[in-house]
C-alpha cells in the first residue's frame, strides 16, 4: 500500500507550480530531495516557505533560508482561542458548551477580526465576555493575545503596499510578548502559545519582512488530496505520484508537455 502522506516541493513564485514530490513526511525524505537537486538549481533558491513543521523546517534550516506563512500564525491563535473556550465551559458547567451558554454563542466573533465586527456584534462579545467572570477574563486575555499577534503581520507588503522593518516586527512582538506575560500569564493556554511564537520568531519576521507564504503549497496540496480521495487509495507509489502530478500541473503542463493534437501524424515506434 502506497503511503497515503506525501511531501510535495511547489514552486511559490507560481510559476512552475508542482516541483516534485516524495513518499512520507520525514526530514531525511525531504532533505534528500532537495539534496538531490542540481547545485545551481539549490543555488537559485533564496527563501523556503512552509506551516509550522519542525520536521521541514530541520530539513532546509542549515542549507537554506526560509519563512512561515501568515496564515499557520492566527491559525495556532485561533486554535489557541478555542482552547481556552473549551475549557472555560466545562470547568463553569462540568460538560460541552450548549447553544445557550454566552461563551459558545461568541465563539464565532472570538476569532473574527475585530476590525470586521459590527458595533452590535462587538458589544455582544464584551458583554457576553463581562457576564462569564474568571471565564470571561481568560478569554479577553487568549483573544488580545490573538489580536496583537495580528498586529505583528499586519504590515506584510504583499497586503499594504508599503515596505516594513524589523524594528517595526521587533516592536509589535514585545507587546505582544509584554500581554501574554502580564495579562494572559495565568492561562496556560496563553502562555504555550506564546512560548511557540518565540521558537518561531524569527521565522515570522521573516515571512513579513518579504512577504512571503506557501498559499500556493497549500492549493496543490488540497488537489492532492482530493486526488487520493477520489481514488479510495493507491498501491503503487509511482502511479500516485503521476496522478498527483497531472492534476497538480494542469496549468503550468503547456510548459514542459508536448501539446498533441489529433490532426498531425506521428511516428510509431515498434
Known amino acids: 500500500m502506497a503511503d497515503r502522506w506525501q511531501t510535495v516541493f511547489v514552486d511559490s513564485s507560481g510559476g512552475h507550480g508542482l516541483l516534485g514530490q516524495v513518499e512520507g513526511r520525514t526530514a531525511s525524505a525531504t532533505a534528500a530531495w532537495i539534496t538531490a537537486q542540481p547545485a545551481q538549481w539549490r543555488a537559485n533558491v533564496w527563501a523556503v516557505t512552509t506551516d509550522m513543521s519542525t520536521v521541514y523546517t530541520s530539513a532546509v534550516r542549515t542549507a537554506l533560508p526560509h519563512a512561515i506563512d501568515p496564515f499557520h500564525i492566527v491559525q495556532l491563535a485561533n486554535k489557541a482561542v478555542g482552547d481556552v473556550r473549551r475549557r472555560v465551559i466545562f470547568e463553569r458547567y462540568g460538560r ?6 454566552p461563551e459558545y454563542k461568541i465563539r464565532g466573533l472570538l476569532v473574527r477580526n475585530v476590525e470586521s465586527l459590527s458595533r452590535a456584534a462587538r458589544g455582544r462579545m464584551l458583554w457576553a465576555l463581562a457576564d462569564t467572570g474568571d471565564g470571561g477574563r481568560r478569554l479577553t486575555a487568549v483573544h488580545k493575545a490573538r489580536e496583537l499577534l495580528r498586529a505583528v503581520l499586519a504590515p506584510v507588503p504583499a497586503h499594504t503596499g508599503r515596505p516594513t522593518s524589523r524594528a517595526g516586527i521587533g516592536n509589535a512582538l514585545t507587546r505582544f510578548f509584554t500581554s501574554c506575560a502580564t495579562v494572559g500569564v495565568t492561562v496556560p493556554e496563553v502562555v504555550t502559545f506564546a512560548e511557540t ?32 480521495r477520489v481514488a479510495f487509495g493507491l498501491t503503487n507509489v509511482t502511479n ?7 492534476a497538480a500541473s494542469r496549468h503550468t503542463r503547456p510548459i514542459w508537455l508536448h501539446i498533441v493534437t489529433t490532426g498531425q501524424a506521428h511516428p510509431v515506434i515498434v
Open 240 to 246: 500516485q505520484q503521476r496522478r498527483a502530478r497531472y
Open 96 to 101: 460541552r458548551g450548549h447553544a445557550d451558554d
Open 197 to 228: 511564537i518565540s521558537a518561531w520568531r524569527h521565522e515570522i519576521a521573516n515571512a513579513v519582512l518579504r512577504g512571503l507564504s506557501n498559499a500556493t503549497a497549500e492549493g496543490v496540496n488540497r488537489l492532492i488530496k482530493l486526488v487520493y
